[in-house]
């Protein structure tokens, strides 16, 4: 199975920083990683597939990079409604793996 | 807009047996792959199983493998996971969940609002 592995676990920012988060692969997979978006007792939301295409609706701070092994979310300035936990997930080949999560709180 | 509504989650006893139901709505449902993923209360998100469109090929994880058995009624709009010989660690909300083709491979872009299923005794 491919091992998803995100960094960091958690981290504290303010509104308006820039925040990057990273996932890595086990093996390579392309551009077949996407990102999503969950807020506490809420389902999660998709925000990126193919590594860098938005998802409809999803405001354009995000964006995602790379290829093969290592990928990166970025907020280019992050808002309160951002604050939440974020997974990235390969779908390159099955079983479908995720990444233990990012959880972005309020400094 | 693509509208996805599950139900069945509740208590059961370890060993017991649930099935889950996943209504789909505003979009074309035989045309799309069709997944669960789970939660594990304050845990991250785990890939269940998944079917295909037309053929109906299934995948699962080997968390479930023997156990959980996903299924689709293309008149009824309607993916199903029946789960048997349940255990303490299967407890979690479970997410419907459509899939988009794009570029030769599925990728989730719609989830449904999930359904809690708790096994204890």
């Known amino acids: 199975d491919i091992q998803m592995t995100q960094s960091p676990s958690s981290l504290s920012a303010s509104v308006g920083d820039r925040v990057t988060i990273t996932c890595r692969a086990s093996?390579?997979?392309?551009?077949?990683l996407a990102w999503f978006q969950q807020k506490p007792e809420k389902a999660p939301k998709t925000l990126i597939y193919?590594?860098?295409t938005l998802q409809s609706g999803v405001p354009s701070r995000f964006s995602g990079s790379g290829s093969g092994t290592d990928f990166t979310l970025t907020i280019s300035s992050l808002q309160p409604e951002d604050f939440a936990t974020y997974y990235c997930?390969?779908?390159?080949?099955?079983?479908?793996?995720f990444g233990g999560g990012t959880k972005v709180e309020i400094k | 807009e693509a509208h996805l509504l599950e139900s069945g989650g509740g208590l059961v006893q370890p060993g017991g047996s649930l099935r889950l139901s996943c209504a789909a709505s505003g979009f074309t449902f035989s045309s799309y792959v069709m997944s669960w993923v789970r939660q594990a209360p304050g845990k991250g998100l785990e890939w269940v199983a998944s079917i295909s469109s037309s053929y109906g090929s299934t995948f699962y994880a080997d968390s479930v493998k023997g156990r959980f058995t996903i299924s689709r009624d293309d008149s009824k709009n309607t993916l199903n996971l029946q789960m048997n010989s349940l255990r303490a660690e299967d407890t979690a909300v479970y997410y419907c969940?459509?899939?988009?083709?794009?570029?030769?491979?599925?990728?989730?872009?719609?989830w449904g609002q999930g359904t809690l299923v708790t096994v204890s005794s």
């Open positions: 193919a590594a860098s």
């Open positions: 093996q390579g997979i392309s551009n077949y």
């Open positions: 969940a459509r899939e988009l083709l794009v570029i030769a491979r599925v990728v989730i872009d719609y």
């Open positions: 997930q390969q779908y390159d080949f099955y079983p479908r793996t």
